[in-house]
């Protein structure tokens, strides 16, 4: 089990993402960017790992879910059919005191100001429109106007005959989508947690209407056993129903996948039931039917929708923490991130025992074998102690290590990061023995 989520946990994985390359302040040398980070030679690993690993359950291994990829800029029109730009906002106070500002709705009180202590100091609460807003073509006026998505799910609402008309699917069937959102948070925060750019991974899984409750159950168990198969710690993770009063008004149920973060439980990814609100209200803007009719039965509907909606961003902050290991190795501490294999930036990592010339044939030679199915890092500075512990710390599954009996017996040695046994592997064998740990 990693260590418990506390401040000191949060301060080292924070650490070790700017010193071992997993994530940067964006724009650092300027003074940084509020809320922006940059994912660097891990990080963009981990995040595509990540993505990976959800793509290759939603749509690779399934049969009823295709993928899309949809525009990030859209015009006023489907924004206003969604209801986000009369309604998506939060509550902003301003404290009258220190100047700072804050979402009402986050407030442990709401007459407390968290910064300077002062009671009854904040402003009357005001709407705060969370969508970034641009203007498309060379003259600023409001026929230009448009908005950066705040959520992947409506290019897939919109997308929905298309896909229809040339996938050959029929409900229940999903369009799944990974990418960039937007939304002009008032208070960004938690490092990579809550950003106003960020990447979310969302399926829309259209449904007959009388099918939609089971549907639902279904997609609230599927998500939620994802994160355990990836070795998320069951103690730090739970599936959290919303009570009546948290409901969107088009929600017969939502339910957030939630882990224990080191400030307290917090959400990574809402299963919702949307019913038929999404189709209909694109439907009744547009003009265009956004509807199916069944040849079996010749039941024409509008399909219910199921939601399943994740963040990559901050679902890859999780399994850090959740990887995150300290121990002790002969008298001297090590860091290790336990990631599953599929998480790992890199799966193994190619380590001559030192950089003398005869042991750079076989190593590249070792190196090219593995890098054709796996990430793979090369690596001969140091002492080979100091490269395991560097290998450990970014999570790599295994190490293969070239040494001077290679040049004898064509071998070499394989370390398993968490146990740290050594197994002696012929080098025509290294591929087959790390294919079976690494499927």
């Known amino acids: 089990m990693s260590d418990s989520p506390t401040p000191e946990l949060f301060d080292k994985i924070v650490n070790l993402s700017k010193r071992r390359g997993f994530v940067f302040p964006s724009a650092e040398i300027y003074g940084g960017f509020r809320s922006t980070y940059d994912y660097g030679p891990l990080g963009v690993l981990l995040l595509r790992n990540v993505k990976n690993a959800w793509w290759r359950s939603m749509v690779q291994l399934r049969h009823d879910v295709v993928g899309l990829d949809a525009s990030i800029l859209g015009p006023p029109q489907v924004w206003e059919a969604s209801g986000h730009l009369a309604n998506f906002t939060d509550p902003l106070v301003d404290c009258t005191n220190c100047k700072m500002r804050w979402r009402l709705d986050k407030l442990d009180d709401p007459d407390l100001c968290p910064n300077c202590g002062q009671r009854g100091a904040f402003t009357e609460p005001r709407a705060f429109n969370l969508m970034f807003k641009t203007h498309a073509g060379p003259v600023e006026d409001s026929g230009a106007v448009a908005y950066l998505r705040p959520e992947t799910a ?13 996938s050959r699917k029929r ?57 355990l198969d990836l070795g998320m710690p069951a103690d730090q993770l739970r599936l959290r129903p919303h009570d009546p009063d948290e409901l969107s008004h088009y929600s017969s149920g939502t339910s957030d996948v939630e882990f224990l973060f080191p400030w307290g439980w917090d959400e990574l990814e809402g299963i919702a039931n949307r019913g038929s609100y999404d189709l209909t209200q694109h439907s009744n803007h547009s003009g265009d039917k956004l509807d199916f009719l069944d040849p079996e039965t010749n039941e024409r509907y509008t399909p219910h929708v199921i939601e399943p909606a994740a963040g990559a961003t901050r679902t890859a902050f999780a399994f850090l923490l959740a990887a995150f290991h300290e121990d002790e190795v002969g008298g001297e501490a090590r860091t290790v991130l ?36 796996w990430m793979c890092d090369y690596d001969e500075t140091q002492s080979i102690g100091r490269r395991y512990r560097r290998q450990d710390e970014i999570g790599t599954p295994y190490c293969v290590t070239i040494d001077f009996d290679s040049l004898e017996d064509r071998a070499v040695t394989v370390r398993d990061r968490d146990t740290m046994a050594q197994d002696r592997v012929p080098i025509e064998g290294v591929v087959a023995y790390l294919n079976e740990r690494l499927l």
């Open 154 to 166: 409506q290019g897939m609402f919109v997308n929905f005959a298309n896909v229809l008309n040339t």
């Open 171 to 227: 409900p229940p069937f999903g369009i799944a989508q990974i990418g960039k959102s937007f939304r002009n948070e008032i208070t960004p925060g938690n490092f990579v947690f809550r950003t106003r750019e960020f990447e979310q991974m969302e399926m829309e899984f259209f449904v007959p209407p009388a099918d939609a409750a089971t549907w639902y159950d279904y997609w609230c168990k599927e998500r939620y056993q994802w994160y």
């Open 338 to 373: 336990r990631l599953h294999h599929r998480l790992a930036p890199y799966q193994v990592a190619v380590l001559p025992l030192s950089k003398k010339v005869e042991l750079q044939g076989p190593a590249r030679e070792v190196f090219a074998l593995v890098a054709d199915r």
